[in-house]
């Protein structure tokens, strides 16, 4: 039997989603993923996990830091994920193999709760599937010393802090500011982009 407060959480991914709805307040220049898609052709699948576990009687969740490299994603946060293997037979083998890769995470026990809405992100070509897993065993964590630079744990409620959710400056590699961009406060790393949306659908629907 799942935990009373992980049962909602599977019941309302099972239901109606907010979906692009909940994306749209933290959008940084660019359009909805259903927009976006009608002029994009050359997508690659990805999935990410977006791991739910208890600790310390909190319901918590977990990203990781991208390492600074020439690339779009640099020193970005994000729920660990990634590409989708030609030989991944689904997006939730994906999401958990990214996951085991990324935060050295396995269970084979875990949980499929649901999906939340798919992002595109333009930038990179990737049509990104988040997946909602549960898990009563999650430690430890162990970064890949290539692909993260840091895993970050935090109290799921702390995205329902009004103080948390607030807007940044971001630099861009070409120089270009990009003001006002709509993020999330989470231990003290700045939450943006596509992490952003998903994080801001998983509030809203635990709301």
């Not at 049962?7 to 099972?14: C, G, P, Y």
């Not at 990634?82 to 084979?108: C, N, Q, S, V």
């Not at 026990?109 to 992100?121: A, D, E, F, N, S």
């Not at 895993?151 to 590699?173: S, W």
Request: net charge negative; hydrophobic share 40%.
């Amino acid at each position: 039997m799942l935990p009373h407060d992980i049962e909602t959480i599977r019941k309302a991914l099972s239901g109606e989603l907010p979906g692009e709805a909940a994306h749209l307040e933290m959008l940084p220049y660019r359009g909805a993923t259903s927009t976006m898609l009608k002029s994009a052709n050359d997508y690659r699948e990805s999935a990410v996990a977006v791991l739910l576990f208890h600790e310390d009687d909190a319901l918590k969740s977990v990203l990781i830091e991208r390492p600074t490299y020439n690339g779009t994603h640099s020193g970005q946060m994000a729920f660990p994920g990634g590409k989708r293997d030609a030989e991944d037979p689904d997006l939730i083998f994906t999401a958990l193999r990214e996951m085991h890769e990324e935060i050295g995470f396995k269970d084979d026990k875990i949980i499929h709760l649901g999906q939340l809405t798919r992002v595109y992100i333009a930038v990179s070509r990737f049509l990104v599937y988040p997946h909602v897993f549960y898990s009563q065993n999650v430690y430890p964590f162990t970064p890949d010393p290539i692909e993260v630079e840091s895993i970050i744990t935090f109290d799921l409620f702390d995205i329902y802090k009004p103080e948390n959710k607030t807007t940044t400056q971001i630099k861009l590699d070409n120089g270009v500011i990009m003001k006002d961009i709509p993020c999330f406060d989470i231990a003290e790393k700045v939450v943006w982009g596509a992490t952003a949306l998903v994080m801001e659908e998983t509030r809203r629907l635990i709301l």
